[in-house]
């Protein structure tokens, strides 16, 4: 999948998560600062890109640097698509 995508489907899970759509998103936007993504919306915001990509995140090796930016965020989701051979 092309970062495009990625980037994509991060901005439907994040409206999915948060309950409203999320228009303006840039890899700079910071998801708890400029979006107001809570703990919680942080696991709804996982388990739907779990579910829509075929993804798995192991909760224990999650670092809060993954969840800067949603390109930080694009990172990660990009690491794992490839190594469950998805990208």
Do not use: K, N
Not at 50 to 70: A, H, Q, S
Request: proline residues 1%; hydrophobic residues 45%.
């Amino acid at each position: 999948m092309e970062r495009t995508g990625i980037i994509e489907q991060v901005r439907r899970s994040l409206a999915a998560a948060l309950g409203y759509e999320v228009t303006g998103l840039c890899e700079t936007t910071m998801l708890y600062e400029d979006l107001g993504l809570a703990s919680i919306g942080t696991l709804e915001l996982l388990l739907d890109l779990e579910d829509t990509l075929g993804i798995e995140v192991d909760p224990e090796e999650l670092e809060m640097d993954v969840f800067r930016t949603v390109g930080s965020l694009a990172d990660y989701v990009a690491g794992h698509l490839v190594t469950t051979g998805t990208a």
